[in-house]
């Protein structure tokens, strides 16, 4: 018997034997034949190593002395590959086929090492692949034999793959097979080995042949740790000598779909991983590449919040060791064609990218890549320079509009035209610290003074953006402070914080300056401004949005009000030192101005040349449009070119107009020294709407007290009217004319004049056409002084300048000199702006004048009639005639006692004045009757 025959251990069952055996002296001549089943047989090779063995065949065997033939169609049979595959077990399904084999001749004297096998279209099925095998195998040449076979795969599952991978391909590539390639199946393969199996993988092309392909399809192949897996490919599976190579046609990184990409392994040896290829879809898809591959460490997640839009590219080289302690190699490219990019929610949106981002395992570059940002052109370029670094330079062009983009307000919308510009980011882990330089040329500006500017006017202009670094490199900072510089004068910085809900940098104080150091407040806007002259009104209407439409009403983008979403344009804290300042309609002078603002109070101080004291300001609800002013001053001056402006403003609704309480300690009006002025006014609600109302105005001047109250309102007419009572407390009436500019009219008056009046209009542009009312005179004790009538008007009238040189007798010394008084007394009625009156009486030493007649105010005429009656009185000269002759003396004391009423009403007069109240016209009438008397 041959010696590997006696090597081989079996058990099964047979049946149906037949066995034939003849021996003549020479060799036996034997034959075998018999069927079996659940036949296990095990072949030991010298060293008591395992040879190949099989167990659980069915099937028949017939054999002879050249050798024999084993029939197999079995179920649920393995077969055992001892040295060759990792788990040398193999089960089958099903087992179907011949095998054949051939004794050799003894050579030497001696047996054959063993059987030439043949194997005849061996068919096998399990889970993992079906095929069929032919081929031979003959035990010799350097070791386990020589084998010639060939096959093909019907089937295969790709994740079985590294199973039947022999022990001569390294552990890190079978370890690698087995855990990147799974899922998908492979078909229409084919299977090739031929050679010593001691040259095996036959690198040598002269030693042996080993060659397996098959086609995959619906794989996936997760070629390296951390980078994102390639899914569902079609293509091919090789294995060529000692390396293999997976040809993908088609396939999906993260949704992208896949190009023409090879995953090879050129030598098993060496055990180093090739991938290269592409592919094509969404842009994001790209950078979630990006995001979920070790390069985000690099780059320390700089695009983590990236959103593109779009389809793009992505090209890619990974060089991978499969051994412990290798470097993975990588480069790779996303190409972007007019794709929007957002690089994270805070910064605006880039429109129209086109360029490379290119990485590799350590830096991130962009280069060449231009886009529109805010409506410019701009041109990257940037790369990583360190661990968790990244450096960015722009150049661009931004216009008006772009920058209503990032703020659309009223301070934005005075800006035109366009300005090209730089800028630098310097990422340093998850902290971007920017600057930006522009010259601003070719921006125009129309907002007021001092930031008014002509296109061809160079204002260079730095923005500086800080973060503050946050305490773990991971963190998005959680404050950052943007400083923004402009000319040499100009200062605004702001300070932001995170918002924990949107992940957004919400600006929580900013500071202002001009000329000034711009100190940063906890929270809110401080403005500090040290300049030659500015105009707060229109400053202010422009930050209340009076002077345009309303801001859009777009999510995200600030109202008209608003510097940016949330965060007011007006200042909490005003800090102005100014050589003119224009304010509440009126200019004042060398102004050092401060003002905070808290909830909805104003409360400043001020010192300036016409103005000096404290005020509070209360700004109305949102449901109401007037707000309410309290102030205490020292001096308050209303010049002379601004009362007209004063009246202008009180020509507006009353219910924009402020409630007033206001004290002056000095107030002057024009050039007019009132004294102290109080005043308080308030607003309210009623049936009729909204009503102005003047509960106290009072003004304290030496030479007269004013007080008065009244209302503004709109009772049932189109128009708005005012009605005021007054009463004039008159200490020394002269004194008073004085301070109204009219010197030197009158001197001394003591008394009262009261009234209530009434007109169409604001309470200090008095419509004369629409006056009426009642007033009431009494004065004593004073004496009207020789002036121009044309300077005091109706009191130069009053003062009968006029009467002496048209009078029959010589009265020179009682008027012409002034008329002294002892008492002007009178009702004058008021209607349409003409005053009426029948009793103006004035009683002196001199004379006793009675007037009547009326006065038209706005046009400054009279028509008056006027009664004089000298007071003849000779009793003083009758005394001094008593010191030279008694007799004489006492008779004419006694005739004038007797003849007074007879002698006045004798030389009385009465006279007709028409005209202007500057250039009367008197005309001497018919002598008053008796009846006419004066009392």
Do not use: C
Request: proline content about 6%; glycine content about 10%.
């Amino acid at each position: 018997m041959p010696a590997w025959l006696t090597q081989l251990r079996a058990s099964g069952r047979i049946a149906g034997l037949k066995l034939n055996w003849t021996s003549s002296g020479g060799q036996p001549e034997y034959s075998l034949a018999l069927a079996f089943t659940n036949l296990a047989l095990a072949r030991e090779l010298a060293g008591g190593a395992p040879g190949v063995s099989f167990a659980g065949m069915n099937g028949d065997l017939s054999v002879g002395p050249g050798g024999g033939e084993v029939n197999l169609a079995s179920e649920q049979a393995g077969w055992s590959f001892p040295a060759v595959f990792e788990d040398p077990l193999v089960r089958f399904d099903r087992v179907s086929g011949r095998v054949s084999w051939t004794t050799q001749a003894p050579g030497g004297g001696g047996d054959a090492s063993g059987p030439e096998i043949r194997i005849v279209g061996l068919r096998f099925a399990n889970a993992d692949a079906a095929g069929e095998l032919s081929g031979t195998y003959r035990p010799g040449g350097k070791g386990p034999g020589l084998v010639d076979l060939t096959g093909t795969i019907e089937r295969a599952e790709a994740g079985s793959v590294a199973r039947y991978l022999p022990l001569s391909v390294a552990r890190q590539v079978r370890d690698w097979l087995s855990a990147a390639l799974h899922t998908g199946r492979a078909s229409a393969g084919h299977f090739r080995l031929r050679g010593d199996l001691a040259d095996f993988p036959y690198r040598d092309p002269a030693t042996g042949e080993f060659h397996v392909d098959a086609q995959v399809r619906g794989a996936t192949l997760a070629y390296s740790p951390g980078w994102p897996a390639i899914e569902r490919f079609d293509g091919r599976l090789e294995f060529e000598r000692a390396g293999m190579l997976i040809a993908m046609k088609s396939g999906a990184v993260l949704g992208a779909r896949l190009g023409e990409t090879t995953a090879t392994i050129a030598d098993f040896r060496d055990a180093i991983l090739r991938v290269e290829g592409g592919a094509d879809g969404p842009a994001q898809a790209m950078v979630r590449f990006v995001n979920e591959s070790p390069v985000r460490n690099h780059i320390d997640d700089f695009t983590a919040q990236t959103v593109i839009d779009g389809a793009a590219r992505l090209s890619l080289r990974l060089t991978v060791p499969l051994r412990a302690g290798g470097t993975t190699r990588v480069n790779g490219a996303v190409q972007l064609a007019g794709n929007n990019v957002q690089l994270e929610p805070a910064l605006p949106q880039f429109e129209g990218v086109s360029g490379r981002l290119e990485f590799t395992e350590e830096q991130l570059s962009l280069h060449a890549v231009t886009a529109t940002l805010l409506g410019g052109a701009i041109k990257v370029d940037g790369e990583t320079t360190g661990p968790g670094r990244f450096a960015l330079r722009a150049t661009g062009k931004i216009g008006a509009e772009g920058i209503r983009r990032l703020a659309d307000n009223q301070v934005t919308r005075r800006l035109q035209g366009s300005a090209e510009y730089r800028a630098s980011i310097d990422v340093n882990h998850r902290a971007a610290r920017v600057r930006v330089e522009s010259d601003l040329a070719g921006m125009t500006s129309t907002l007021p003074a001092p930031f008014a500017k002509a296109a061809d006017e160079r204002w260079p202009l730095r923005l500086d953006a800080v973060p503050e670094l946050p305490a773990q490199p991971k963190d998005s900072p959680a404050r950052d402070r943007i400083d923004i510089r402009l000319r040499d004068d100009v200062h605004l910085a702001i300070a932001r914080q995170r918002d924990p809900a949107t992940r957004k940098l919400a600006i929580r104080g900013a500071a202002f300056a001009v000329n000034a150091a711009a100190a940063l407040p906890s929270a809110g806007l401080q403005v500090a401004m040290n300049i030659d002259e500015i105009d707060l009104d229109v400053w202010d209407a422009l930050l209340r949005g009076a002077a345009d439409p309303p801001a859009r009403e777009v999510p995200g983008v600030p109202a008209a009000s608003e510097f940016t979403a949330g965060f007011p344009l007006l200042p909490d804290e005003i800090s102005v030192v100014a050589k003119r300042v224009h304010i509440a309609h009126k200019d004042i002078d060398d102004v050092v101005f401060g003002a905070t603002r808290l909830g909805g109070y104003w409360n400043a101080n001020v010192h300036a040349r016409q103005i000096n004291g404290f005020f509070s300001w209360l700004a109305a609800p949102s449901e109401q449009q007037a707000g309410s002013l309290t102030a205490r001053f020292t001096r308050l001056e209303i010049g002379p070119d601004r009362v007209s402006e004063i009246e202008s403003l009180l020509s507006t609704q009353p219910e924009a107009l402020p409630a007033l309480d206001i004290v002056a300690e000095e107030f002057v009006l024009g050039n007019a020294s009132m004294g102290r002025l109080e005043l308080r006014a308030t607003n309210r609600q009623t049936d009729l709407g909204t009503v102005w109302k003047l509960e106290s105005l009072r003004i304290l001047h030496p030479g007269a007290m004013v007080r008065a109250s009244g209302t503004w309102a709109l009772p049932q007419a189109p128009m708005r009217t005012t009605d005021l009572d007054f009463e004039v407390e008159l200490a020394d009436a002269g004194l008073a004319l004085d301070a109204h500019g009219i010197s030197g009219a009158l001197r001394g008056g003591v008394g009262m004049l009261t009234g209530q009046v009434h007109w169409v209009g604001s309470p200090l542009a008095i419509n004369y056409p629409s006056l009426r009312g009642d007033l009431k005179l009494a004065i004593g004790k004073g004496q009207f002084l020789k002036s121009d009538p044309g300077i005091g008007k109706l009191i130069g009238v009053l003062s009968l300048q006029s009467l002496p040189h048209r009078l029959t007798l010589d009265f020179r010394d009682v008027f012409a000199k002034g008329f002294a008084f002892d008492e002007i007394r009178g009702d004058v009625t008021i209607r349409n702006g003409v005053a009426y009156t029948d009793d103006l009486q004035m009683k002196g030493v001199q004379a006793q004048v009675k007037i009547r007649g009326t006065a038209d105010i706005a046009r400054e005429t009279q028509q008056l009639q006027v009664e004089i009656r000298p007071d003849l009185n000779a009793g003083l000269a009758s005394l001094a005639y008593a010191a030279v002759n008694p007799v004489l003396g006492l008779g004419s004391l006694v005739a004038q006692v007797v003849l007074n009423k007879p002698l006045q009403e004798m030389f009385a007069s009465e006279y007709r004045i028409d005209g202007s109240w500057s250039a009367p016209q008197v005309v001497e009438v018919q002598p008053a009757a008796p009846s006419t008397r004066l009392r």
